[in-house]
């Protein structure tokens, strides 16, 4: 304790006094949805669920982008037989993790940050070795796994452009908690330039993981009943919109409309609790919507089909001509569109896409992507993308030839981890031993 700056020893001061005050925010955030109220537990760091036998690594990512990009990694986890424990932060996250991963990756809730809810959670799980993903830094968490003297890495590490100076203002807090990493995987050379600035010890590129996603899943009997209601029309999705945004497609819409008889837009809420205030703007505006948590098919007469479930984007991207990346006309900082791209849909962004920076700038620069900052260009670039099949295919090719060029950050984080695997692998042999 002594050791640590005065920032990081007042911080778990008050915490470890706030944690009293836990059951209010609990309460707080069950009302707002953002709690599941059989799993609250868990975020005192308790759990009915059991460690399994063995070494166990611990996977930490604060939502659903982290936790898919980890998918593969997982997968290749799973097959040098270790055990695997994801924490997130959000309901949404959770219900990805249900869906996509096998019954024996053990899904949690991760701890609220206060000594003793980290505690108990160490204590019951025990984790061999721990991988945070991008930046999620929780100070009690980090320090107390440090104190256990358990392996760390910070994987697919991003630091953003709004986060460095804020960070290089708290040079010691910073420091010492990059510091109790082993090894910093950064997802680019910029990464890695400012983690080694803010105090990595051991920083290598491996690059961004989310490039080596595997092109989402789609149960196949609900693809085809999607496929038979939007037969012979024009499909575009906007995927993963924020407040603000929707306005803007419904205008998109209606403009599109008159020009491309039987449109049908699906708007994707990054949050399907807004899916009822969403269809309220559809209808405000004079447009049909339809809701899929509703059990609805798009009809006929349905303008703008809103999504508003979990973990079914690969059914609507398969349905694309046309995706619109959302989290980007806002400045939320826009969502990954290395999905849609494998898929084989023509990618159009809107100008805040700092969360991806490096991405997007190289397939804009390719033409496998499209700015488009206002309704009246996102207007322009998705008309035109739907008059002219072979610009559409050629923004498709492009974008998907960027992808290819760019991937491989999986091998390369598989290698950089490797000599801690290896020793986890060691541990297993030993045990059945």
């Given amino acids: 304790m002594a050791s640590l700056p005065m920032t990081l020893r007042v911080y ?12 209010v925010v609990i309460r707080q955030r069950l009302k707002q949805g953002k709690e599941d109220p059989a799993r609250v537990d868990e975020r005192r760091g308790m759990t009915s669920d059991r ?5 166990l690594v611990w996977i930490h990512g604060a939502s659903v982008g982290e936790v898919l990009a980890a998918a593969a990694l997982i997968e290749r986890l ?13 309901v949404t996250s959770a219900g990805i993790a249900a869906k996509r991963f096998a019954p024996d990756v053990i899904h949690q809730y991760v701890p609220y940050d206060s000594p003793r809810y980290v505690s108990r959670f160490l204590d019951h799980w025990q984790p061999s070795m721990a991988l945070f993903i991008e930046s999620d830094l929780w100070p009690n968490l980090i320090l107390a796994a440090a104190a256990r003297r358990m392996p760390m890495a910070l994987i ?43 105090g990595s010890r051991n920083v290598v590129t491996t690059g961004n993981l989310k490039l080596d996603v595997s092109a989402p899943p789609a149960d196949d009997a609900r693809l085809q009943r999607l496929m038979a209601a939007t037969r012979g029309r024009p499909v575009i999705v906007a995927a993963s919109t924020h407040p603000g945004e929707e306005e803007i497609l419904i205008e998109v819409h209606r403009e599109l409309k008159s020009r491309f008889p039987g449109l049908l837009s699906v708007i994707v809420p990054r949050h399907p609790a807004r899916g009822e205030a969403v269809a309220g703007l559809i209808a405000a505006s004079g447009l049909h919507a339809a809701l899929r948590s509703h059990q609805d098919l798009p009809t006929a007469t349905t303008d703008i089909y809103v999504a508003d479930t979990m973990g079914e984007l690969g059914l609507f991207y398969r ?28 990618i159009v962004h809107g100008p805040h896409v700092f969360n991806f920076t490096d991405v997007y700038d190289a397939l804009d620069a390719a033409g496998g992507a499209r700015e488009a900052a206002t309704r009246e260009t996102l207007v322009g670039q998705i008309g035109h993308w739907l008059a002219d099949a072979g610009a559409r295919q050629s923004s498709v090719d492009a974008a998907a030839a960027v992808v290819e060029r760019l991937g491989g950050a999986l091998e390369r984080t598989l290698a950089a981890l490797q000599p801690y695997l290896l020793q986890l692998r060691l541990e297993t042999g030993a045990a059945r031993a």
């Fill in 319 to 346: 349905l694309a001509r046309v995706v619109f990346m959302g989290g980007s006309l806002v400045e939320h900082g826009g969502q990954n569109p290395i999905e849609a791209i494998k898929l084989g849909a023509a």
């Fill in 156 to 198: 697919n590490g991003r630091m953003s452009q709004r986060s460095f100076p804020r960070w290089r203002r708290m040079p010691a807090t910073i420091g010492a908690l990059l510091g109790a990493f082993e090894v910093c995987l950064a997802q680019s050379e910029t990464d890695a330039e400012r983690f080694s600035a803010l």
């Fill in 12 to 23: 778990q001061a008050l915490s470890a006094a706030a944690a009293p005050l836990a059951p």
């Fill in 51 to 55: 460690r399994p036998h063995g070494p």
């Fill in 78 to 90: 799973r097959a040098l037989e270790l055990g695997i424990l994801l924490t997130s932060g959000t």
